[in-house]
């Protein structure tokens, strides 16, 4: 109990002392959310500079893909490691080194001569940005409890949602702005000050915890797992330049490395090992294997529209990078409201509450791609932006009540490698999303003769499907949860003990 106490704790604190709240904790979670909005927006930021990033910089396509590719890569397979080091070493300290990481590495980027050494920059920001994210989630574990935990989780969520949604816009503000040859280095440098700022306030506000359970890292499991999301996730990134025709057979070895990782570390578990990812969190952790899953279908559909939103009002309607990103801002809007009431909502209404929000975003995301399809170009952003409006308030009751109910049972000692495993599969969800839906709006502009309103119909059409598959998910859990006994449902919380054992302070 001591060791556990100095786990969680400070020093040589009692479990009630260690379980009292943090006065700073809300404050520090606006650090650690500012700091995320920030990484997760460098995923899409950087799509709408690489016109004026490959002309200033004499590139080839294929190495400009990897400016975009190579972060995202780099960044799924940092997650759960980082997670599990969190864990280990304390998740103050890994967020702070993390932090300073991406701060020195954007400032690389921004000042590369060369296309390889902007690569390198991206691929290393990838890294910093994967060690920094699990950081954010586990935090909130450790710092709130009860409703407090679902408000922050909704605030969380939401930081999510819109860092996605608002990549374009953000980016065309940026290059109207930095108006010039040079502007694009401008979307890397203004992660400087906001960087220094966040690392300063996470010095003076983050809970100074001491480290978790010690034990050596788990090598075999970090390069299984790595080695298996890797051969995931390169046919992906790589798709434009041919990637999943050449490298297909990634795919079934894939497979093949996760399910040996799976074994290895139920076979750590037996042996009374520190497994990287604890395969009893698929079991004991009430949701968290139908929100990671729910969360991995989602994104395939959520993360592939904005692309193809960016292709049809740029290429097809001829709007400029800041005319297309406030297109969609309707949906950007919507998700940011809906989120933070969505996290005061969730202990009330539970998977409901997901099940609502996932109707929302087919209708919303349905009637859209109808519109685009139908409606005349001078007229297809303002009839669009309804409906998007209506897909993002769904969208803001998706990813937030999700995280909050996969994450809230979670033992706090898993809490790094748990958070990381769940955006791991967004990741990846991701990844297929973003090669799937260009490379069918391709497929569909080239047979019907430029034809852009049937494109994006028919790709933000084919998104639905995963979208879809979430509800399906979201509704089997919800009509589960109905069936469960009130009793079972709801775990002791009136006298502090009855989640002792499960947060494993």
């Known amino acids: 109990m001591e060791s556990d106490a100095r786990a969680e704790g400070r020093g040589g604190n009692t479990s009630q002392e260690a379980d009292r709240p943090d006065a700073n904790r809300w404050r520090a979670l606006w650090v650690t959310l500012v700091a995320g909005f920030m990484i997760l927006l460098d995923v899409t930021i950087v799509a709408?500079?690489?016109?004026?990033?490959q002309r200033d910089l004499n590139a080839s396509v294929a190495s400009v893909q990897w400016v975009v590719s190579g972060y995202a890569l780099a960044f799924a397979l940092a997650l759960v490691t980082a997670g599990r080091l969190g864990d280990a070493l304390g998740r103050r300290r890994v967020f702070l080194l993390a932090l300073t990481g991406f701060v020195v590495f954007s400032a690389a980027a921004g000042a590369a001569p060369t296309v390889v050494w902007l690569v390198v920059?991206?691929?290393?920001q990838g890294v910093a940005a994967g060690c920094l994210a699990p950081q954010n989630s586990a935090l909130i574990q450790q710092m709130f409890r009860g409703a407090e935990r679902g408000r922050a989780f909704g605030l969380f969520g939401g930081t999510v949602g819109v860092s996605s949604a608002v990549g374009p816009i953000v980016c065309g503000l940026v290059l109207t702005v930095a108006d010039g040859p040079q502007g694009w280095r401008w979307i890397f440098y203004v992660n400087i000050p906001v960087g220094v700022l966040c690392l300063f306030l996470g010095h003076r506000l983050l809970p100074r915890t001491g480290p978790g359970r010690r034990g050596?890292?788990?090598?075999?499991?970090?390069?299984?797992?790595?080695?298996?999301?890797l051969a995931l996730m390169l046919p992906l990134v790589l798709a434009e330049s041919g990637g999943l025709r050449r490298l297909w057979w990634l795919f079934p070895a894939g497979l093949v490395l996760l399910a040996a990782f799976a074994r290895w570390e139920r076979r750590v578990v037996d042996r009374e090992g520190q497994p990287l990812l604890d395969p009893r969190l698929l079991t004991s952790a009430r949701g968290y294997a139908t929100g990671a899953g729910l969360a991995t279908l989602y994104f395939v559909g959520f993360s592939g529209v904005w692309l193809v939103f960016a292709l049809f009002f740029q290429n097809g309607?001829?709007?400029?990078?800041?005319?297309?990103?406030?297109?969609?801002t309707p949906f950007a809007i919507g998700s940011a409201s809906a989120a933070v009431v969505a996290g005061r909502l969730v202990e009330r209404l539970g998977r409901l509450l997901t099940v609502i929000g996932l109707v929302g975003v087919v209708l919303g995301l349905g009637g859209t791609a109808l519109i685009l399809w139908l409606v005349p170009a001078h007229l297809a952003a303002w009839c669009a932006a309804p409906v998007l409006l209506l897909g993002g308030l769904g969208s803001?009751?998706?990813?937030?009540?999700n995280v909050t109910m996969t994450l809230r049972e979670v033992p706090v000692r898993m809490a790094g490698a748990a958070g990381g495993a769940m955006q791991t599969g967004q990741r990846l969800g991701g990844a297929l999303g973003t090669a799937a839906l260009p490379g069918l709006f391709y497929l569909v502009l080239g047979s019907t003769g430029k034809d852009y309103h049937?494109?994006?119909a028919a790709s933000v059409g084919s998104g639905l499907v995963a979208v879809l598959g979430a509800l399906a998910v979201a509704v089997l859990d919800w009509r589960r949860d109905r069936a469960r006994?009130?009793?079972q449902d709801r775990p002791q919380r009136a006298s502090g003990h009855g989640r002792a054992p499960a947060e494993g302070h």
């Open 48 to 53: 709408v500079a690489l016109p004026s990033l």
């Open 121 to 124: 920059a991206r691929l290393a």
């Open 216 to 229: 050596g890292l788990d090598l075999p499991g970090v390069v299984l797992l790595g080695t298996g999301v």
């Open 317 to 328: 309607l001829g709007y400029s990078p800041l005319q297309s990103g406030l297109a969609v």
């Open 396 to 401: 803001g009751c998706v990813i937030s009540p």
């Open 454 to 456: 049937a494109a994006v």
């Open 485 to 487: 006994p009130v009793a």
